[in-house]
């Protein structure tokens, strides 16, 4: 109990301090803070997009992925299953060319 009290205390002293350093901040660039919201609101939306659009791509080559792999089986699976020796000449013929 004691150690969630003082991580409570400590989380007050660094939010009033980062309050002191944004009330800072508005003062020597001159921006309002509701202007400093915004732009952090702003940076919040992008960061969260950026992320999406990230995930969609790792999502879009794991499915290309697994499609090429797939394909291969596939090719591999026909050649093994439908090919037969030419009684003339010993070569390997597909039967789905046939």
Do not use: W
């Amino acid at each position: 109990m004691n150690q969630q009290n003082s991580d409570i205390e400590e989380a007050k002293d660094k939010a009033k301090a980062l309050e002191n350093d944004l009330e800072k901040v508005s003062k020597e660039k001159r921006f309002s803070r509701s202007a400093i919201d915004n732009l952090n609101s702003e940076r919040d939306t992008l960061s969260r997009f950026i992320d999406t659009v990230s995930n969609r791509t790792k999502d879009l080559n794991e499915t290309k992925r697994v499609a090429t792999f797939t394909r291969v089986l596939r090719v591999y699976n026909v050649s093994q299953t439908n090919t037969t020796r030419c009684p003339c000449h010993g070569k390997v013929t597909d039967t789905n060319l046939l």
